[in-house]
């Protein structure tokens, strides 16, 4: 089983920036995909930002395009997420999470991973 810790949450202004960690113990994820999601409170979980295991393949939702960056260390087994431009909007619970190979569901799906880690909270003042 694979445990998951993020770091680098925190409070930040309208147009700055966050660096989120994940660390991964347990089992390597190296030949898993991993990704993020975030919860806003009083809303569903959604999904962020995918890496795939050779870092050969990022999917990014249409709201962080452009402004976050996926990123993963093998070596390290860790996975990182760049958040530039950071908006109001972008206030949520950030978790990361380990893919399930055996999972039927996409990438874009919290159905698709089976370890989650306890998320670190982001908040964007205006």
């Known amino acids: 089983q694979v445990q998951l810790v993020e770091e680098g949450g925190g409070l930040v202004q309208a147009g700055g920036s966050l660096r989120l960690s994940c660390a991964a113990s347990?089992?390597?994820?190296?030949?898993?995909?991993m990704g993020w999601f975030r919860q806003a409170p009083g809303k569903e979980r959604e999904f962020v930002a995918a890496?795939?295991?050779?870092?050969?393949?990022?999917y990014y939702a249409d709201s962080v395009k452009g402004r976050f960056t996926i990123s993963r260390d093998n070596a390290k087994n860790s996975v990182h997420l760049q958040m530039n431009s950071l908006k109001p909007e972008d206030t949520a619970v950030y978790s990361c999470?380990?893919?399930?190979?055996?999972?039927?569901?996409?990438?874009?799906?919290?159905?698709?991973?089976?370890?989650w880690g306890q998320g670190t909270q982001v908040t964007v003042s205006s």
């Open positions: 347990g089992r390597t994820v190296s030949t898993y995909t």
């Open positions: 890496v795939t295991w050779a870092a050969s393949n990022t």
């Open positions: 999470a380990a893919g399930n190979p055996a999972s039927v569901f996409g990438i874009r799906s919290v159905w698709g991973y089976n370890a």
